[in-house]
C-alpha cells in the first residue's frame, strides 16, 4: 500500500513537472504581418513568421550568430569563391512528411529567383546567383556571378529569400500556402489582431521549449506596454516608447532585457545638390550635430550616439571604427568660413523628415539638430517634412539636400552599412553619390571586399570605406536605435535570447 | 408600383449616383495628393527605374487617367474593389473580414449610448431647468467634449492595469486563441456557438472598455438630442389633453410624448451607428480593435490606393443604407409617415 501511495506521489511530481510548466506563450507586439510569401514581402515582422516555420540551408546561432549548419549539413567553397556545395541533412522533412532534399531545395530558390517579387528582398541572393544545380539525392550546387564574401551571410535564415519550403504554387505569389521544416507552423493569422503558431512534430532540430506562441498585436505602444503591465502577455517585443521602457524598468513585476541593436539613425546628404555639394559644408555640418542632445533630450538616454555607419559586432570582426568626429563648434565654424559663410551671410540649408515613419519622435530629433547647427551662428536650418510615400518619392528624385533617414540591415554584413547609400542604390537613396568624384573609389574598394574571403581583410576594407566617408561626408552617423531591442517579460518567462539579429527567439522561450 | 418598394427604388435611383460621385472624388483626390504609392510599397530601397516602372505597369498606373479611371469603375461594377498593395488581399476580403470586429464594437457603443443616452434624456426634459436637469446636461456636454482616446487611455489605465479587472485591448486574450473558433468574426456570436463560458466571459470582458468608450460620446449627443426632441413635443396639446384625461405621467411620457419624439432620435442614433463603420478611428486604435476604420488608416498611411478607394466606397454605401432603414423605420414608428 504504501509503494502505491509513494508511486502515486511520484507520478504527481513528475506529472506537476512536465505539465507545470506552460504550453502556451502569449507575447504582445505592435508589429504587423504584411504578405506572407517568400518571393514578395519585406517587413520585420513577416520575415519573423516565415523564418520560424521554415529554414534556410544553414542559419546563424541564437546568441552568437555564427553560422552554423540547418538544412544543409555542411559545405564546401571552390578556391574561386564561386561555387558553394551543400551537403543537404539526411531526413529534413517538411512538415507534410515529404522530404526536402537537393531537389526541393533547387525547387525553392528557383522558384523564389523566378517569381522575384517587387515587393521582396529576392535581389539579395538572385543578384548573385547564376544557377542552381541537383547533383545527388542531398547535394546542391550552387554557381555564383561573381565571387561574393557575403553569399554564406544571405544564405541563412535571416534572408527570408534563401528560405526552403514546398507546396507553394508554382507561378503566383505563395501568400501563406506553403509547407515548411518547423520548428512552428502557422495555425491561425488574423490581420492586425493575431498571430497562433503551433510547434510541429517533423522539425529535426531541437524541439522548441514552448508548444503554442500567441503574438497578439497591439494598435499602438501605449496598449503595449498597458498589456505588459496588466499581464495580459506574458512579454512584449517591438515596439516600446522611450519613456514607457524607462518607467518599465522601475516595475518589480516586470523584466526588462536589452539586446544588442544594429538599427541605426543617420543623416543623408544628396552631394549633387547645393549648398551640401560642397564637402566643406558637409563637413561642417558633421561637427555640429549633436548627438548626445538628441539621445538624452529626445530619448531619454535610452538610444546612444554612433559615429560610424556599421554597428559594433556585425561581422566581419572589426569592421567597425568610429571615424566621425565629435562635436566640436569651432572646427564647425572654421569649416563655414572657409566655405564663405559667415554670421552676415548664413548658409542657409533645408532638414528634411518624415514625421511618422519613424515613430512619434521625429519632429524633436529635427528641432533638436536645428538648434545645434544653429548655434555655429553661421547656418540657418529649415526644418521641412513630408509624409512617408511622398518623403521616398522625392527622396528618390534628388529632391532633398539634407535629410533624415533609418536602417535595419537587409543581411548582417558591414557591407549593408556602406554600400547602398554609395555604390549600391545612391539615386534610389537619394544621395546620388554615383556623381561623387570620389565613387570610383568607393565602387573599387567594395569591390575588392566582396571578393574577400579573408575577414581580416575584408574589414580593413570596410575600415577603408568608413575612413573615406569621414573625410566625403555623404552621410552623418546619429545613433543606435535601441528601442527596438527591448524585451519586456513577465519574471517567469526565461530563455530570452537577443542578439545582432534582433530577433525575439521565440522557440527558445518559455514560462515557468 | 406604390408605397414602400417605389420609395426604396427612389432612394435607390439617388444612392447609386451620390456612391459614385464619392467613389470618383476619391479616385481624383488620391492621385493628386502628394506620395507614390509604388514607392510606399517598395518601400525606397534599391528601387531601380525599371523596378518602378514594371511595377507602375502591373498597377495600371502608367495608363492614362481616364482609362484607370474607366476601369476602376468597371472593376467597382463587377464587385472587384482591387487588391491592397499592403496586404496583397483582395479589399473585398480585407472589409468582410473586419466588418464584424467594427460592427459589434459599434452594436455595444450604441447600446451603451441607447440605455443610457436616452433615459436620461427623457429625465432631463422632464425635469427641465431643475438641479438634475442641469447635472445631466453637464454630464451629456461632458461626455462627448472630452477626447474619446483620452477617456480610452484612462479607462485602460484604471480597469486594466491598475485594478486587473478588464483587459486592454484587442478582442480575446491569448490564452484563449487555440480554443476559440472564427466563425461568423462576431466573437460574443461565436463564443456563444462554441459555448465555452470562460471564453464567452472573456469575449465580453474585452467589449467593456472600447464599448463603453465608445459610447460615451454617443450617449452625451443622443441624450441631448432627446432631451430637444423630448422638450418640444411636452408641450403640444395632446400631452397636455393626455395629462387631462387622468393618464399616468409614467405613460404620458413614455406612449405620447416619446413615441412623438423619437424621429429625431432614431434618425441621430442611426446616422451615429453608421458613421462609427469609419468614425470609430481613435477607439479602434486606443483599444487594437482590427476593424474597418483602423484598416482606412493603416490604407492611409502607406497609401494603398486600392485599399482606400475600396473601403471609401464600402463606407458609402453602407452609410446610406443605414440611412434608407431609418427612413423606413419612420413609417413604423409613426403612422402619419407614407411613402
Not at chain 1, 523628415?353 to 551662428?377: C, F, M, N, R, W
Not at chain 1, 571586399?449 to 568608413?466: F, M, N, P, S
Not at chain 2, 486594466?160 to 479587472?165: E, I, Y
Not at chain 2, 462576431?186 to 464567452?200: R, T
Request: overall charge neutral; glycine content about 8%; some cysteine.
Amino acid at each position: 500500500m504504501r509503494r502505491i501511495v509513494l508511486g502515486v506521489i511520484l507520478l504527481g511530481c513528475v506529472g506537476w513537472l512536465v505539465l507545470g510548466a506552460s504550453d502556451i506563450l502569449v507575447l504582445g507586439t505592435i508589429d504587423r504581418f504584411t504578405e506572407l510569401s517568400f518571393e514578395n514581402c519585406y517587413d520585420y515582422f513577416t520575415w519573423h513568421l516565415l523564418r520560424h516555420t521554415t529554414q534556410a540551408l544553414i542559419r546563424l546561432e541564437p546568441g552568437t550568430c555564427e553560422l552554423v549548419p540547418s538544412i544543409a549539413e555542411s559545405w564546401e567553397v571552390s578556391d574561386d569563391g564561386l561555387v558553394y556545395t551543400f551537403h543537404i541533412r539526411p531526413g529534413v522533412v517538411f512538415w507534410d512528411g515529404t522530404p526536402c532534399d537537393a531537389k526541393a531545395v533547387k525547387w525553392a530558390l528557383d522558384r523564389t529567383i523566378r517569381l522575384n517579387g517587387p515587393e521582396g528582398g529576392v535581389f539579395l541572393i538572385a543578384d548573385v546567383i547564376k544557377g542552381i544545380e541537383v547533383v545527388g539525392d542531398l547535394t546542391v550546387r550552387i554557381t555564383l556571378k561573381y565571387p561574393d564574401a557575403t553569399f554564406l551571410i544571405r544564405m541563412t535564415d535571416n534572408v527570408i529569400p534563401s528560405l526552403i519550403y514546398a507546396g507553394a504554387p508554382e507561378n503566383e505569389f505563395c501568400r501563406g500556402r506553403y509547407v515548411g521544416t518547423g520548428p512552428y507552423r502557422i495555425v491561425e493569422l488574423v490581420p492586425d489582431e493575431r498571430v497562433v503558431l503551433e510547434a510541429v512534430p517533423t522539425y529535426f532540430g531541437p524541439a522548441p521549449r514552448t508548444k503554442r506562441i500567441v503574438w497578439v498585436i497591439y494598435g499602438s505602444e501605449a496598449a503595449l506596454r498597458a498589456a505588459v503591465e496588466a499581464g495580459d502577455v506574458d512579454a512584449a517585443f517591438r515596439t516600446f516608447n522611450p519613456i514607457d521602457i524607462i518607467d518599465l524598468q522601475k516595475n518589480p513585476n516586470l523584466q526588462v532585457v536589452r539586446g544588442p541593436s544594429v538599427s541605426i539613425r543617420y543623416m543623408l546628404f544628396n552631394v549633387t545638390q547645393p549648398p551640401v555639394d560642397n564637402v566643406l559644408v558637409r563637413q561642417a555640418i558633421a561637427y555640429a550635430v549633436n548627438r548626445d542632445a538628441i539621445c538624452q533630450q529626445v530619448f531619454s538616454g535610452l538610444n546612444t550616439p554612433i559615429y560610424t555607419m556599421v554597428p559594433e559586432g556585425l561581422p566581419p570582426a572589426g569592421s567597425s571604427i568610429p571615424v566621425f568626429p565629435k562635436r566640436d563648434l569651432a572646427k564647425a565654424r572654421a569649416l563655414l568660413a572657409q566655405a564663405g559663410y559667415s554670421e552676415a551671410n548664413p548658409l542657409v540649408v533645408n532638414l528634411w523628415y518624415t514625421p511618422t515613419h519613424y515613430g512619434t519622435t521625429e519632429a524633436d530629433v529635427a528641432a533638436v539638430l536645428k538648434q545645434a547647427i544653429e548655434e555655429t551662428g553661421m547656418v540657418k536650418v529649415n526644418i521641412q517634412s513630408l509624409e512617408w510615400a511622398a518623403y521616398l518619392k522625392q527622396m528618390s528624385a534628388g529632391g532633398f539636400d539634407m535629410y533624415l533617414l533609418g536602417w535595419y540591415p537587409d543581411y548582417l554584413e558591414a557591407s549593408n552599412f556602406l554600400a547602398p547609400w554609395t555604390t549600391e542604390s545612391p539615386e534610389s537613396m537619394g544621395t546620388y553619390f554615383n556623381r561623387h568624384p570620389n565613387y570610383p573609389a568607393y565602387r573599387q574598394i567594395m569591390q575588392k571586399a566582396y571578393g574577400t574571403i579573408d575577414e581580416k581583410v575584408r574589414a580593413g576594407l570596410y575600415q577603408a570605406i568608413q575612413i573615406l566617408s569621414a573625410y566625403d561626408v555623404p552621410w552623418i552617423p546619429l545613433w543606435a536605435n535601441n528601442q527596438q531591442a527591448f524585451f519586456v517579460a513577465q519574471k517567469n518567462v526565461k530563455g530570452i535570447v537577443l542578439d545582432i539579429t534582433m530577433e525575439a527567439h521565440i522557440e527558445l522561450l518559455y514560462k515557468e | 408600383m406604390g408605397g414602400v418598394p417605389r420609395y426604396i427604388l427612389q432612394r435607390l435611383a439617388l444612392t447609386i449616383p451620390m456612391v459614385f460621385i464619392l467613389v470618383s472624388i476619391v479616385f481624383l483626390v488620391l492621385r493628386v495628393m502628394p506620395g507614390d504609392p509604388v514607392l510606399a510599397m517598395l518601400g525606397g530601397r534599391n528601387v531601380s527605374p525599371e523596378l518602378l516602372a514594371q511595377k507602375r505597369h502591373e498597377m495600371g498606373l502608367d495608363k492614362p487617367l481616364h482609362i484607370q479611371y474607366a476601369e476602376y469603375i468597371t472593376g467597382l461594377l463587377r464587385g472587384d474593389l482591387g487588391r491592397s498593395t499592403r496586404t496583397g488581399k483582395p479589399v473585398a476580403e480585407e472589409l468582410v473580414g473586419r466588418l464584424p470586429a467594427t460592427l459589434e464594437l459599434a452594436i455595444w457603443g450604441m447600446i451603451f449610448a441607447a440605455l443610457f443616452g436616452i433615459p436620461t434624456g427623457i429625465l432631463a426634459a422632464v425635469r427641465a431647468d431643475k438641479p438634475s436637469d442641469h447635472v445631466i446636461r453637464v454630464l451629456h456636454i461632458g461626455s462627448f467634449a472630452l477626447p474619446i482616446f483620452w477617456v480610452g487611455l484612462m479607462f485602460q489605465v484604471i480597469f486594466a492595469v491598475k485594478l486587473g479587472w478588464l483587459p486592454v485591448a484587442s478582442r480575446l486574450s491569448g490564452r484563449f486563441a487555440f480554443v476559440f473558433q472564427r466563425i461568423t468574426g462576431f466573437y460574443l456570436l461565436d463564443a456563444i456557438i462554441l459555448g465555452d463560458k470562460e471564453v464567452l466571459v472573456d469575449v465580453a470582458k474585452h467589449l467593456v472598455l472600447p464599448g463603453v468608450t465608445l459610447g460615451l460620446a454617443q450617449m452625451g449627443f443622443l441624450g441631448r438630442v432627446t432631451r430637444a426632441a423630448m422638450l418640444e413635443v411636452l408641450d403640444t396639446e395632446y400631452v397636455t389633453a393626455a395629462r387631462s384625461k387622468g393618464l399616468a405621467e409614467r405613460l404620458v411620457i413614455l406612449r405620447h410624448a416619446l413615441r412623438n419624439a423619437l424621429i429625431p432620435i432614431v434618425t441621430v442614433f442611426g446616422l451615429q451607428f453608421a458613421m462609427l463603420m469609419g468614425g470609430a478611428v481613435l477607439t479602434e486604435t486606443v483599444f487594437s480593435w482590427p476593424g474597418v476604420a483602423g484598416f482606412l488608416i493603416q490604407s492611409l498611411y502607406y497609401r494603398d490606393w486600392w485599399a482606400l478607394q475600396g473601403t471609401i466606397a464600402f463606407i458609402g454605401v453602407f452609410v446610406t443604407t443605414v440611412n434608407l432603414l431609418v427612413d423606413l423605420l419612420y413609417s413604423v414608428n409613426d403612422p402619419r409617415v407614407r411613402y
